[in-house]
């Protein structure tokens, strides 16, 4: 089974700071997806970017981008210009192309943006 | 386009109890999933369906079963209701091609007493 690693439970970051969540995973697989999503208390899951495996190039979406060192096994997200709206759970999941669009999801990290 | 519809939005049980959690998406999508979120962790995958008439277990099945009768629908039944699947619900969809992510509903809160 492939595994999804977030090691840290908590993080805060000051109002319009940037701020870089971590994600690690676990796969002898070469052809998958990665992606971040973003929980507000509202509980809705919401998708914030998503990276396929086999581009180079780092994703973006206008505040978020991501990091992605496919021998590493690293998919970091960086949130630039921080608001308030982007308090959240943020999980990383991974999903492989050979399962059924299977994904596997980290245990989430807290983010508090603070004014 | 409403998305991914889930209902209902809360339910208490009690032990040994029986319901269906009921999903239902209108964008077509060929894939769809059931996910049970514990406090404080991640989601863990119950079953899912890569289309009407076929579904196949999660990592934690036990204790629930599904079907797929249409592509829209994609129903949970707990049988025997237990204090250990006291969790919030989440189905989802997704449509196998250039954006494969997967499409959340709002969630169901079950409480088992």
């Known amino acids: 089974a492939q595994t999804v690693t977030q090691s840290q439970p908590e993080m805060s970051v000051q109002e319009a700071e940037t701020v870089t969540l971590s994600c690690t995973y676990d796969t002898s697989e070469n052809n998958y997806y990665l992606f971040w999503y973003k929980q507000p208390p509202s509980r809705q899951m919401i998708l914030v970017i998503r990276q396929e495996a086999y581009k180079q190039q780092n994703a973006t979406e206008n505040r978020f981008s991501v990091n992605f060192q496919k021998a590493a096994k690293s998919f970091s997200l960086k949130i630039s210009d921080s608001q308030l709206g982007d308090t959240a759970m943020y999980f990383c999941a991974f999903m492989n192309l050979s399962t059924g669009n299977q994904f596997y999801f980290g245990t989430g990290t807290s983010l508090t943006v603070i004014p | 386009n409403a998305g991914v519809t889930q209902t209902p939005k809360f339910r208490i049980l009690k032990i040994g109890q029986s319901m269906t959690l009921q999903c239902t998406q209108d964008m077509n999508h060929n894939y769809m999933y059931w996910y049970r979120q514990d406090p404080g962790m991640g989601l863990k995958l119950i079953y899912y369906?890569?289309?009407?008439?076929?579904?196949d277990k999660g990592e934690v099945p036990n204790g629930y079963n599904v079907s797929r009768s249409t592509t829209e629908d994609f129903p949970l039944r707990l049988e025997l209701a237990a204090p250990s699947q006291t969790s919030v619900y989440f189905c989802?969809?997704?449509?196998?091609?250039?954006?494969?992510?997967?499409?959340f509903g709002p969630g169901t809160r079950l409480t088992v007493t």
């Open positions: 989802a969809s997704s449509y196998m091609g250039r954006a494969p992510e997967q499409y």
């Open positions: 369906s890569v289309g009407a008439g076929i579904t």
